[in-house]
């Protein structure tokens, strides 16, 4: 028998994917609060907004059961309606529009305004910077950039995003200034590609000229980059980091790969040796910093010396931070009209092998801190540990501090120095200085 939701009108938003996704969704309910609805991110709710991944293959796979295990609760009549945004959305509506009918409607990822007349709401322009956001309250991410402009061959995003578009810096610094007005103290500065941050607009990569502001936001104490392009890297940012504390030594450049065949094929517009002399470069300019990568195997042609290659560089450039995954072969990019060659158990067992390669690095590089101080934010406590951070590292991707909460109190948000007295592969254990 269908018995109606009891809980009125309430919205959930559910988020999948990455941190670009969580800061759409923190948009949309700051939107759905200021017209006066009651909204709730993955909790109960009557009516349901599910924000979907369409990256790769195992993200399509989790937002299409996500949306399934919804409509199954339409069905069972524990919600009322069903909305469906986000990649996958943007991605394969007319499909998913033949294959789940009975969501109440899909929208695309600049489909905001249609979204919120859909959930009785309507849009509102003077609302910039104003979010709900979902993160721990000592750090937001923000959204700098939308869409790209590169031509990788693997990736799907422009598909799903569209071209670049910068968000103007007084922009940007409203944002950051009501979220410091709220109690965060860490930006999280996302796109698709920071560095081309700026060319739409300004005419060249601005991004340093955009940190130069965000650092005299009262309140921000740590900013951090993410998602930062090897080709045309505006080398102004590395003196700008160096110069200024706020601005973590910290830098995520995805490189996906090192042998020159395979970043040709993957349109990667750069080489081995350009690459490996940008990173120098880095470490020159800020030798404090800390690089994170991430690094794709069983691209279609990757041969067993392409493999060996990446494997050695690995080694050799001992990343701070480093994840791996395997090739996915997603339809509509221009690595699609190549053929997956790579067995997918020889794809796992590679991307397995640069991870042990890995987690011993970072087991080496850990053993170093022992015994120094470091500034570490506090996240969150977990049983008998607060769990915080050092500027070298992110929320969710790096290592954490383990400080035990036996015989201290420590406050979520607020930064303490720490002295390391152990580590592990991916974890430090410290205690606070006195």
Known sequence: MRTKSRKKNKINVITLGCSKNVYDSEVLM??????GKEVVHEEEG???VINTCGFINNAKEESVNTILEYMQKKEEGEVDKVFVTGCLSERYKPDLEK???NVDQYFGTTELPGLLKALGADYKHELIGERLTTTPKNYAYLKIAEGCDRPCSF???PLMRGKHKSTPIEEIVIEAEKLAANGVKELILIAQDLTYYGLD???KRNLAELLEHLVKVDGIEWIRLHYAFPTGFPMDVLEVMNREPKICNYLDIPLQHISDAILK???RGTTKEKTTKLLKQFREAVPEMTIRTTLIVGYPGETEDDYQTLKQWVKDMRFERLGCFTYSHEENTHAYTLEDDVPEEVKQQRANEIMEIQSQISWELNQEKIGKTFKVVIDRKEGNYFIGRTEFDSPDVDNEVLISAENTYLKTGDFYDVKIIDAADFDLYGEISQ
């Open 99 to 101: 294959e789940i009918p």
């Open 30 to 35: 700051g939107q759905l609060k200021a017209n």
């Open 265 to 267: 094929s993957m349109r």
């Open 46 to 48: 009557n009516v349901v």
């Open 155 to 157: 990736c799907a995003i």
């Open 201 to 203: 607009l300004y005419k």
